[in-house]
Nanobody, 115 residues
Framework: QVQLVESGGGLVQAGGSLRLSCTASGSISTSNTMGWYRQTPGKQRELVATIGDGDRANYADSVKGRFTISRDNPKNTVVLQMNSLKPEDTSVYYC?????????WGQGTQVTVSS
């Protein structure tokens, strides 16, 4: 079992920046993928960005060039730096951990971007 603790998020004006952090603990596999997804009411949860243990990153088209995902393997932490935020980025953001053995989600953190 892997537990995820998220931090960051909050309220920001359009054009501003926020930083989300997620730390994993528990039975962590040496080979895993961590990332961020988001979900707004009435919509399906969607991928924002993921990063594998080889540091290969994958981004949704809507955030490319604005968001950057990175990871600190010794600390089992993944960070999402969000710049040039738009009102449509408003959502609950969830951290995700996946490996061959398990899949875990964080509790979610609210990001609100005002126009």
């Amino acid at each position: 079992q892997v537990q995820l603790v998220e931090s960051g998020g909050g309220l920001v004006q359009a054009g501003g920046s926020l930083r989300l952090s997620c730390t994993a603990s528990g039975s962590i596999s040496t080979s895993n993928t961590m990332g961020w997804y988001r979900q707004t009411p009435g919509k399906q949860r969607e991928l924002v960005a993921t990063i594998g243990d080889g540091d290969r990153a994958n981004y949704a088209d809507s955030v490319k060039g604005r968001f950057t995902i990175s990871r600190d393997n010794p600390k089992n932490t993944v960070v999402l730096q969000m710049n040039s935020l738009k009102p449509e980025d408003t959502s609950v953001y969830y951290c995700r951990y996946s490996s061959y053995w398990s899949l875990s989600w964080g509790q979610g953190t609210q990001v609100t971007v005002s126009s």
